[in-house]
């Protein structure tokens, strides 16, 4: 209390008000050199070709929706789209549920040998996707699922199980044990008590890691341009990549923008109403790994 | 009874991610050990057990010392870049009112977008006809100005790392700015009443204090930075002549034009170890917490 009073009466001097006031001139400098080119993407999703080509600064003359819509047939974004949709949909219906048991169990069962389990998890963080990458590649070839929405599935709920079991782990450790005694002693089984009592406990903590690798998994590049070699399969960052490659012969820049509003803005809208809770994630997952 | 109730219990909970788990990142983590060790264009009967020799052919190939050294000078530049202008907004940025929580959301946003958009957001910066970097220098009187950012040896390096560092720093920020909140209002009132304030206090206060944020940093932005792969591959796939070609970049041409399973499997297991060794190198570095504090 003394020590906040001794600070107050302290006026800041001279010196330190320019140095505030550059501070903040500076911050918002940058935070201007991070927001300035997304809304030039957007606005410039609105411009006709020739207008992108004459005066790339310029604000459109017209709002030019059809370039949405030119996007979404032409240019298939609509079908890559709802590849993109169905496959993070499918990975988090399969990867919430199994990441959740192994978590419950690692965070409330201890058996011998369940330390290194959590551990070979964990390791999963450090192992970068291009060092599996040609295992991985004959390994769906062998498997029958290369160029299949259901292979690349099956690679994403095994690449984001680590950092799933992570925080699962964290969180059910964190919950109170008088719940799941008291559910046993009315003569609940394990299992009861995980999908009627644990289960539903842990929701804000499935909801952060849904969000959390719902972006991830949307936004997902790599393995699928080594696993997806056919048009029609193509994810959205795939369709998006491609189209830049075809438009310098063909040019229609406006569905292109058109195509990164499409990409972009799903995951921007998800991240900022849910932006503490995965800046939280984040943190969480940086010290750890 | 009972036991054995709860020990099938925990194996039939543990089962579909240990399986899923084992099968598509265990055994491929393991087999590329083994790959590493073949000479091998994907045709199974052509599997000749080579030993070392892909290595020995890695350390000699000049490509990859090369990529490698792309690889290092974006740690080493973009690396110093973005941790000093991360440490600045983020020291900047310490209140918590509504604008600067806003400003800090905001510089997440490269990061949540997909590495797609951000690739092809800086090739429309570097464009040299429609480019908005080359258009705002010739609108600003400098009309002959012409530099083909992405196309010209010299510069190509530099502009894609310069894409990188845009999309890295949000996360620091972050980092940094959560470091800066944990250290106690009672040290930083302590070292005013003691009379030091400004830069003094920084470094002899503050900056001390980051220790354990900054070796998370340092090893976060290696680990990242000797990942590179999407970014690359898109703005410039490497070249021109291979000038901003980086380790993956030249791992994935390997691969999946030259079909050169082996070598390229190799190139991945130097590229693990190599990130592995330099994270290790800056634990080293970082072992002894001045300020006593547990990490």
């Known amino acids: ?289 | 009874m009972k036991r054995r109730g709860r020990t099938l219990f925990v194996a039939s909970f543990l089962a579909p991610a240990v399986a899923v788990y084992g099968l598509f990142v265990c055994w491929p983590v393991l087999q590329a050990f083994q790959f590493s060790m073949f000479r091998w264009k994907g045709i199974s009967e052509n599997k000749t057990f080579v030993g070392l020799e892909n290595f020995q052919r890695l350390v000699e190939d000049k490509f990859f010392w090369q990529a490698l050294e792309h690889n290092l000078w974006i740690v080493g530049v973009g690396g110093s870049i973005t941790m000093a202008l991360a440490l600045a907004i983020s020291h900047a940025l310490q209140d918590q009112s509504r604008f600067t929580r806003f400003l800090r959301g905001t510089y997440l946003f490269p990061h949540i977008v997909s590495m797609v958009v951000v690739a092809i957001l800086w090739m429309f910066v570097y464009n040299p006809s429609i480019g908005l970097l080359t258009q705002s220098i010739q609108k600003m009187g400098f009309s002959d100005f012409n530099v083909t950012w992405l196309a010209d040896p010299k510069t190509a390096l530099p502009a894609v790392s310069a894409a990188f560092v845009w999309y890295a720093i949000g996360f620091y920020v972050m980092l940094f700015a959560a470091g800066l909140k944990a250290i106690s209002k009672d040290v930083e009132e302590a070292a005013e009443l003691d009379g030091a304030r400004g830069l003094r206090k920084f470094w002899r206060v503050t900056w001390p204090l980051l220790w354990s944020v900054k070796r998370v940093a340092v090893i976060h932005f290696i680990i990242s930075a000797l990942n590179i792969f999407a970014l690359v591959f898109l703005m410039t796939d490497g070249g021109p002549d291979r000038k901003t070609e980086v380790m993956l970049t030249y791992l994935y041409e390997q691969a999946f034009e030259n079909s050169q399973y082996g070598y390229s499997t190799a190139l991945a297991v130097a590229n693990f170890a190599i990130v592995m060794a330099l994270s290790a190198f800056v634990m080293f570095v970082f072992r002894k917490d001045p300020t006593g504090a547990r990490a």
Not at chain 1, 216 to 232: H, T
Not at chain 1, 269 to 286: N, P, Q, S
Request: with cysteine; net charge positive.
């Open chain 1, 1 to 289: 209390m003394n020590v906040r009073k001794a600070r107050r009466r302290k006026s800041p001097s001279g010196v330190e008000a320019v140095t505030a006031l550059v501070g903040r001139a500076f911050v918002v400098l940058f935070a201007l050199t991070v927001l300035l080119p997304f809304l030039w993407v957007i606005y410039t999703s609105f411009k006709s070709g020739h207008e992108i080509t004459s005066s790339p600064w310029g604000i459109p003359a017209t709002l030019r929706w059809e370039n949405f819509s030119n996007a979404w047939q032409k240019a298939s974004i609509g079908q890559y789209f709802l590849n993109s949709f169905l496959v993070t949909v499918a990975t988090l219906a399969i990867l919430i549920p199994i990441g959740a048991m192994a978590a419950y169990v690692l965070a409330r069962y201890p058996f011998r040998g369940s330390q290194i389990l959590y551990g070979t998890f964990l390791s999963g963080m450090m192992f970068p996707i291009f060092l599996t990458i040609v295992p991985l590649f004959f390994l769906m070839n062998d498997l029958g699922l290369m160029d299949t929405l259901t292979g690349l599935v099956a690679v994403y709920v095994a690449f984001s199980l680590p950092f799933t079991v992570f925080v699962l782990t964290g969180f059910f450790q964190t919950l109170p044990d008088d719940l799941a005694e008291a559910a046993m002693i009315d003569g609940c089984g394990d299992a009861r008590v995980f999908w009627k009592v644990m289960l539903p406990l842990a929701r804000p903590g499935l909801v952060v890691v849904g969000i959390f690798n719902a972006i991830g998994l949307w936004n997902e590049y790599s393995l699928a341009l080594v696993l997806i070699p056919s048009e029609e399969n193509r994810t959205l960052p795939l369709g998006i990549a491609n189209l830049v490659m075809v438009q310098h012969y063909q040019s229609d820049w406006g569905a292109l923008f058109a195509g990164l509003v499409i990409v972009m803005i799903p995951v921007m809208v998800l991240y900022w109403l849910f932006r503490d809770k995965i800046h939280e994630t984040m943190l969480a997952g940086a010290i750890k790994g």
